[in-house]
């Protein structure tokens, strides 16, 4: 299938096509003639938005390397400038359009830059018209699922070609393209792009397709690649990953593949994004058994209501939720919650909204990303009848935020005293005199210690607990490979 080619304003329209029922599975090769393109030239990439876009900035900067661009210092010293962008939230998406609008006095500066825009937003028919209509700075727009197309679209505006937006729903997986991870010991791993679910408030489907898997053995050749390179942590990523393989035609295939990955010896092992509807028991003894599967756990429940989950299609109600929380935490009794959650949804009353506290008081999160509803076009729920005020939603908000922060700082209280296993991530990014990295439950800790290095695990002693950090020291002698 052909991608989307729109060199505005010669055509009018870009058009998107339906999906191939299984993904072609494609290797990337770098046109030979394209390796040095980038000879002598800078480029920075600005991601924002999910792990899913995280790991585009990386493959997009690999990309890059391997034509020879290298990182600038800066935005403003780049040659070559790329918007990495959300699609999740409307505000979020005006903010970077306001955001690609300041750059138009540079570019007029500075003719001989090139200003790109991929990720979400570049796969949003109305937006990549306005970006290639009313940006006259902006001269790629290239889709989520085109970035294999980089090199030859590049070469196309630096032969002066301007203007180009290639987007599509096609589904084709590209194996073997390069990276550059943002950290050499931790990886964002995709085991499959797009999602079936079809939320009703949800724009994903539409930006990032349909769900499409990679292959097994592509995946874990991946994670013992990286392993065999120093790595320590893996995060296997897709919108939901207990749906694993069932394009492919597996069953129970993200426990499969959970398995496999933890007998290749990889030290942690996380996952994002839990479907409550989609997981099963087998996933939950495979997180018993190997203890490198870290057990902290993400799960978006979205709303404590039913009738709210009804209406946003998640497929479950809360007392299926509660039971969920309640069988993992019977078997595995150390195991961190972490969820999503939207208030002001269209129609939702205070009993509805009370629900929700209610569910949050019954499973007691480690912490939650809170949203207040934002209507995307072209969703279901944008239709739906809002008769709530914005003054509304935001008192809500601050509700649920209080009564999240109150069992946060709870929940975080009780590690005061236990050491915990600390992947260090080197200094703190607010305090250069401690060290920062992550717990085995996904706790942040700040801690003291000397001569500690980033990449390795350390044991470290909880001394104070804040809503959601945790401050501690290295404890002497029990660095895990070596003696402090
Ligand atoms: S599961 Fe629902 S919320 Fe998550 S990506 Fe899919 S459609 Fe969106």
């Not at 990309?63 to 990495?84: C, G, T």
């Not at 998406?93 to 500066?109: A, C, F, Q, S």
């Not at 729903?169 to 797009?194: D, T, W």
Request: overall charge negative; aromatic content about 8%.
């Amino acid at each position: 299938m052909k991608k989307s080619i729109v060199n505005l304003p010669d055509q009018k329209s870009a058009g998107r096509r339906n999906l191939k029922a299984i993904a072609e599975h494609l290797d990337f090769e770098m046109p030979q003639h394209l390796s040095d393109l980038g000879e002598g030239r800078s480029y920075y990439v600005r991601t924002y938005g999910c792990q899913a876009n995280v790991r585009d900035g990386e493959t997009i900067s690999g990309l890059l390397e391997e034509m020879h661009f290298h990182p600038a210092n800066s935005e403003e010293d780049a040659d070559l400038l790329i918007f990495n962008t959300c699609a999740i939230r409307k505000a979020a998406e005006d903010h970077v359009l306001g955001e690609i609008g300041n750059l138009k006095p540079l570019k007029t500066k500075h003719p001989e830059k090139i200003f790109a825009v991929c990720g979400c937003m570049a796969q949003e028919e109305g937006i990549v018209r306005d970006l290639i209509e009313k940006y006259p700075q902006v001269d790629l727009v290239f889709g989520t699922h085109n970035l294999h197309e980089l090199p030859e679209l590049l070469e196309a505006v630096m032969k002066g070609e301007r203007r180009i937006a290639v987007y599509s729903e096609e589904g084709k997986i590209i194996e073997g393209l390069p990276s550059r991870r943002i950290k050499p010991y931790k990886a964002f791993v995709n085991i499959m792009y797009g999602c079936d679910k079809f939320c009703t408030y949800c724009i994903v489907p539409y930006t990032r397709g349909k769900q499409r898997s990679r292959r097994m053995e592509d995946i874990l050749r991946e994670i013992r690649t990286f392993k065999e390179q120093g790595g320590r942590e893996i995060q296997l990523l897709g919108q939901n990953v207990n749906a694993y393989g069932k394009d492919l035609g597996m069953e129970d295939g993200f426990t499969k593949l959970l398995e496999a990955c933890a007998e290749t010896g990889i030290d942690r092992i996380r996952f994002y994004t839990s479907h409550p509807r989609d997981y099963s028991i087998t996933t939950i003894e495979a997180m018993q058994k190997y203890p490198s599967v870290m057990k902290s756990l993400h799960l978006p429940v979205q709303s404590g209501s039913d009738e709210v989950l009804r209406r946003m299609n998640r497929g479950y109600t809360s007392a299926d939720y509660r039971h969920l929380v309640d069988e993992m935490k019977a078997r595995i009794p150390d195991i961190t919650f972490t969820t999503d959650l939207i208030v002001g949804f269209p129609g939702e009353t205070d009993e509805q909204f009370q629900e929700t506290l209610d569910l949050v008081d019954y499973c007691q999160f480690d912490s939650a990303f809170t949203f207040i509803f934002s209507a995307r076009e072209g969703t279901p729920a944008a239709k739906f009848e809002d008769h709530l005020s914005q003054d509304v939603k935001k008192e809500r908000l601050q509700m649920l935020n209080d009564r999240i922060g109150l069992y946060a700082k709870k929940n975080n209280d009780a590690y005061v005293g236990r050491t915990l296993k600390i992947l260090c991530e080197g200094p703190s990014r607010k305090r250069t005199d401690v060290f920062s990295g992550y717990s085995e439950e996904n706790k942040l800790v700040n801690f003291a210690g000397h001569d500690l290095k980033e990449g390795e695990i350390y044991d470290v002693l909880i001394t104070g607990a804040k809503s959601y950090t945790l401050d501690g020291e290295a404890v002497s002698g029990h660095l895990e490979n070596k003696e402090i």
